[in-house]
């Protein structure tokens, strides 16, 4: 049976400064990253240890555990492929078109994702993901790890909002840490993810 494992950043602990320091970079991959892929392969081992003595009495804490876990790598994972050295301006082609047609305009797109990121409440991410039932891009708000739109969604653009990932830096001042965001990131990895979701790829 396969182990989750911590993947290998794209870039080197200080190239997105000065918008992330190395210091909080690595801190947030080496550290809290490799945390939660930890947390999913302990937590499989005890969903397993469970099976096989047929105890199922800690079930439910385990399954959020493992729910949290996931989610926490799933997600940074993401967030460290959207982001580059080399990112910034806007998409155009397929995603551009498509941001136009489903919030208006790219700034009024981009309004909305930096507000939902700014004010989640607590720790969570703010999401541009791809809705397949109704065939369009929301944006979203994740309190933690876990969405609170439909689950069907598919993320293609994650803004980390817990302290962990800016309060070295920013400290309280989370719109601040947003803003710097947006010139790192990949247009060509999400507009790679729409493609995917889609199914057009």
Same mark, same amino acid.
């Given at each position: 049976?396969?182990? @989750? ?15 992330? /320091? ?5 801190? %947030?991959?080496?550290? %809290? $990253? #490799? ?12 969903? #397993?240890?469970?099976? +096989? ?19 926490? $790598?799933?997600? *940074? ?14 998409? +155009? ?6 941001? /136009?047609? $489903? ?6 797109? #981009?309004?909305?994702?930096?507000? #939902? ?25 994740? @309190?933690? $790890? *876990? ?6 969604? /598919? ?8 302290? *962990? ?10 719109? +601040? ?8 990131? +990949? ?12 199914? /057009?790829?």
């Amino acid at each position: 049976m396969g182990q @989750y494992t911590l993947p290998d950043l794209p870039y080197d602990y200080a190239a997105l400064e000065p918008a992330i /320091t190395g210091e909080i970079l690595e801190l %947030h991959h080496a550290k %809290h $990253h #490799a945390a939660y892929v930890k947390g999913s392969n302990d937590t499989l081992e005890r969903l #397993a240890e469970a099976r +096989d003595k047929g105890e199922f009495g800690n079930l439910v804490g385990l399954e959020k555990t493992y729910a949290f876990n996931l989610s926490g $790598h799933v997600l *940074h994972t993401i967030f460290w492929q959207n982001l580059s050295p080399d990112g910034g301006d806007r998409p +155009d082609g397929a995603l551009g078109d498509a941001i /136009t047609e $489903h919030f208006g305009s790219f700034e009024s797109f #981009a309004k909305q994702l930096t507000t #939902a990121t700014s004010t989640v409440q607590g720790s969570g991410w703010g999401v541009l993901a791809w809705e397949p039932l109704g065939r369009r891009l929301i944006v979203e708000q994740i @309190y933690d $790890h *876990h969405g609170n739109v439909g689950m069907n969604t /598919t993320p293609l653009l994650v803004f980390d909002a817990w302290e *962990h990932a800016y309060y070295l830096q920013y400290r309280n001042v989370r719109p +601040d840490y947003v803003e710097k965001l947006w010139s790192l990131v +990949d247009w060509d990895d999400v507009a790679a993810r729409y493609a995917l979701a889609r199914g /057009t790829a």
